[in-house]
Nanobody, 126 residues
C-alpha cells in the first residue's frame, strides 16, 4: 500500500506560480510511474502531467504545455508540479497518483493509476 500526500496548493492571482509537492510512503516509490490530475467542480478528473519512474520522460496536457513542469526526487519519495502563468481555468483540486507499473512512457489515463492522494486545492483569481 502506498500513501500519497499532496501540498502546496493555495490562492494565487492570475499570472502567478505555485509548486505542488506529493510525498509517497513506501520503499518502492522509485519504480512507480507518477502523475498529476485535476478536477474542477462539475467536471471529470483530467490529466495534467506524468513522469516515468526514472524521470527521463514526462508528458503534459495541451492545456498546460509550456506552463507546467513535473519532476521527481526518488531520494525523497517526492514528485513536484511547478505551475507558472496560472490562469483562472487552472482552478481545481489537484491530485497526485502512482502507478505500480514502471513504464517507459508516461501514463495519462486515470484507469492506469493504482494509488491516489487526497488532493490539494488550487484557486486562481482573475
Amino acid at each position: 500500500q502506498v500513501e500519497l500526500v499532496e501540498s502546496g496548493g493555495g490562492l494565487v492571482q492570475a499570472g502567478g506560480s505555485l509548486r505542488l509537492s506529493c510525498v509517497a510512503s513506501g520503499d518502492t516509490f522509485s519504480s512507480y510511474t507518477m502523475g498529476w490530475f485535476r478536477q474542477a467542480p462539475g467536471k471529470e478528473r483530467e490529466f495534467v502531467a506524468a513522469i516515468t519512474w526514472n524521470g527521463e520522460s514526462s508528458y503534459y496536457a495541451n492545456s498546460v504545455i509550456g506552463r507546467c513542469t513535473m519532476s521527481r526526487d526518488n531520494g525523497k519519495n517526492t514528485v513536484y508540479l511547478q505551475m507558472n502563468s496560472l490562469k483562472p481555468e487552472d482552478t481545481a483540486v489537484y491530485y497526485c497518483a502512482a502507478a505500480r507499473e514502471a513504464t517507459i512512457v508516461p501514463l495519462t489515463s486515470t484507469r492506469e493509476y493504482d494509488y491516489w492522494g487526497q488532493g490539494t486545492q488550487v484557486t486562481v483569481s482573475s
